[in-house]
């Protein structure tokens, strides 16, 4: 029985380096380029004619932030993978991309044999990381994990319902429109505003949208690789350390 191949599409302004990728990917038997492009909109709309598997995007585009094409895709096409492709190798970008709903993160100089086995793990549920930004959003989640936003043991945490009223001021929406969302009064989302500014010191529901934006979405977005990130850990933490991975 044949295995149906990974359509991708490579996101990228540098041609040589684009048509470079695209012929290398193309001797792959499991993969099928099905689309190119250099710009964010020219990817957004190709990502919505194409319907590849997976996205490969690069960060810095003429007209904007591939950041920003891979939100939008994510948000309109969820079932498509998208991996950042880049020179730039930052936490802050590593968080964001994750942020804007990434399922990985790799940079340029890395070999294409890692990139292939990458690019194949996605299919199994693995994330694209590498096994220093793997310990980086490891580092990030333990120390989100340190807030105690979600233990049951401390009084001062949020509970349940104030957790959902924070998720929804990190979406931007107002009083009402979370009134009507949880199907509660707007003097109760009022007062789940105050606890929730009192219990994290924050001085107002900007900053607590913010820090929703920031902490909630990069936890969510951990949550669905956590296994692979714990495998992680593992080698990390054992005499192994120095050793070549198996699995990029």
């Known amino acids: 029985m044949k295995t149906e191949r990974i ?14 990728l695209i012929s290398l990917l193309r001797q792959q038997p499991d993969f099928e380029v099905v689309g190119e492009a250099g710009l964010v909109k020219e990817a ?18 003429p007209d904007g932030s591939g950041l920003e094409a891979t939100r939008e895709i994510v948000r309109c096409l969820p079932d498509i993978s998208i991996v950042i492709l880049t020179i730039l190798e930052s936490d802050e970008l590593l968080f964001d991309a994750f942020h804007c709903g990434a399922r990985g993160y790799l ?31 490891l580092d990030e989640f333990y120390r989100l994990g ?23 001021m990190g979406a931007g929406a107002s009083n009402l429109q979370i009134a009507e969302k949880l199907v509660i009064s707007e003097n109760t989302v009022k007062n789940h505003v105050h606890n929730i500014l009192h219990k994290l010191k924050l001085k107002n529901r900007y900053e607590a949208a913010e ?8 936890l969510s977005s951990v949550e669905a690789i956590l296994p692979q990130l714990m495998f992680y ?16």
């Open 211 to 218: 820090f929703a934006r920031r902490h909630l979405h990069i």
């Open 233 to 248: 850990t593992l080698l990390l933490n054992n005499l192994f350390l120095n050793e070549p991975l198996t699995v990029f």
């Open 146 to 168: 340190k807030t105690q936003i979600t233990t049951d043991e401390h009084p001062d945490i949020l509970t349940h319902r104030e957790m959902e009223v924070l998720e929804q």
């Open 7 to 20: 359509k991708l599409m490579v996101v990228d302004d540098h041609t040589i380096f684009r048509e470079g």
């Open 44 to 61: 957004i709309a190709k990502a919505a004619s194409l319907r590849p598997d997976l996205i490969l995007m690069d960060i810095g585009l």
């Open 107 to 137: 940079i340029k100089n890395t070999s294409i044999t890692k990139l292939l086995a990458s690019l194949r793990g996605l299919q199994s549920g693995e994330a694209a990381l590498s096994r220093k930004q793997t310990s980086k959003i």
